[in-house]
């Protein structure tokens, strides 16, 4: 069974920084695409960065170009999120992804199969 756990969130004021993690247990990782996503309460959960199999390609929403660097290690089976010069509005539960389907990646929410549980970013300004 896969498994994606999350990590890294919390509490920090605007300009600040934070790295997130995701490990996956359960597969070979370097079968997967892998997304990161951000939702609020009452809205729809949004692309924030992808990364293709071998960590060469990435797909960055406009609002985080410049800001969030999205990057992997396959021999540590983990996904991370860099995320530099935050804003309030990136404030929001955001959500590692990772698919099995032909492609090099996805930036639907439809196309991944597995999550994690969430983490809460919250910037203060």
């Known amino acids: 069974q896969v498994q994606l756990v999350e990590s890294g969130g919390g509490l920090v004021q605007a300009g600040g920084s934070l790295r997130l993690a995701c490990v996956i247990s359960g597969g070979a990782f370097s079968r997967y695409y892998m997304g990161w996503f951000r939702q609020n309460p009452g809205k729809e959960r949004e692309i924030v960065a992808a990364i293709d199999r071998s960590g060469r390609s990435t797909y960055y929403a406009d609002s985080v170009k410049g800001r969030f660097t999205i990057s992997r290690d396959n021999t540590k089976n983990t996904e991370y999120l860099q995320m530099n010069s935050l804003k309030p509005e990136d404030t929001a539960v955001y959500y590692c992804?990772?698919?099995?389907?032909?492609?090099?990646?996805?930036?639907?929410?439809?196309?991944?199969?597995?999550w994690g549980q969430g983490t809460q970013v919250t910037v203060s300004s």
């Open positions: 992804a990772a698919s099995a389907r032909v492609g090099l990646y996805g930036t639907s929410r439809y196309q991944y199969d597995y």
